[in-house]
């Protein structure tokens, strides 16, 4: 009898252990999840910085779920009221010099974002990175104590994405520390790393993203967060074409 109840425990504490494990779906979507939450306001400064020149804008943004995400460019005065939307797959552009909104074509999404290292697409992560890819974990490190889950992300088939592939480190906590991204040839173009850990929002959340070329060493931008909170919620309205107008109001 203690034979077969040491037995059948093992046996539990196995299935349970395999239920705890991650899976490289879970772990993408939980990343996200964790990254957006259900919705955001933020304002943070990027700063551009070449060899020659450095330049410094500050931006507030508004995110809900996965797939919505509007900014607005509060300093300097000759950007303000530069407004982005991303709503699913679609972008709008609101220029106030001109006083015209643009819809940005597929093929403008993977462009620089205000001339930084940041596209059009990545400065509002969607849900592409779960629909398009299909993802592997690759092995995991050790940092700081907690284990970071190494994840490769292949596009698939026909899915409109720019990237041949990914490479994403992502903590124990859903943590999103590294993306790196590959062209179709999966030669490494350029790498963004979350820093400085703190609480922000009411949760640890990287303060500091730095977006960096792979073959230039002192060309890159900065993500400093100057404020974080995750909202309840957000008016649906706020992320349309007529919010881009209003939003610097």
């Known amino acids: 009898m203690t034979t077969a109840l040491f037995f059948s425990l093992f046996f539990f504490m196995a299935l349970y252990a395999r239920a705890e494990e991650k899976t ?16 955001s306001v933020s304002t943070v400064v990027m700063t551009i910085h070449r060899p020659e020149w450095e330049r ?13 995400s509007i900014f607005t460019i509060i300093a300097p005065p000759k950007d303000y009221g530069n407004g982005t939307l991303k709503k699913g797959r679609e972008m709008w552009m609101y220029n106030p010099k001109v006083n015209r909104v643009i819809k940005l074509p597929p093929s403008m999404m993977s462009q620089s974002w205000m001339g ?15 629909k398009d890819y299909t993802h592997t974990i690759e092995g995991t490190e050790t940092r700081e104590g907690k284990k970071v889950w190494i994840v490769r992300s292949m596009p698939k088939p026909d899915a409109p994405v720019v990237w041949g592939m990914l490479k994403l480190k ?23 790393t979350g820093q400085d850990i703190q609480m922000l929002g009411g949760k640890l959340f990287p303060k500091m993203w730095k977006m960096q070329k792979a073959d230039v060493k002192d060309e890159y931008t900065l993500l400093d967060y100057k404020a974080l909170a995750f909202e309840d919620d957000l008016p649906d309205n706020l992320f349309t074409v007529s919010s881009l107008k209003t ?3």
Not at 56 to 68: A, E, H, L, P, V
Request: glycine share 6%.
């Open 56 to 68: 410094t804008m500050s931006i507030k943004g508004w995110t809900k779920g996965q797939t919505d």
């Open 24 to 39: 490289p779906q879970s772990l993408v979507e939980g990343c996200l999840n964790y990254l957006r939450g259900k919705t």
């Open 247 to 249: 939003l610097r109001r």
């Open 170 to 192: 992502i903590r124990e906590d859903y943590i999103f520390l590294e993306e790196q991204f590959y062209d179709e040839d999966l030669k490494l173009v350029k790498s963004m």
């Open 116 to 130: 930084s290292d940041f596209s059009n697409n990545d400065l509002a992560k969607s849900d592409s990175l779960i």
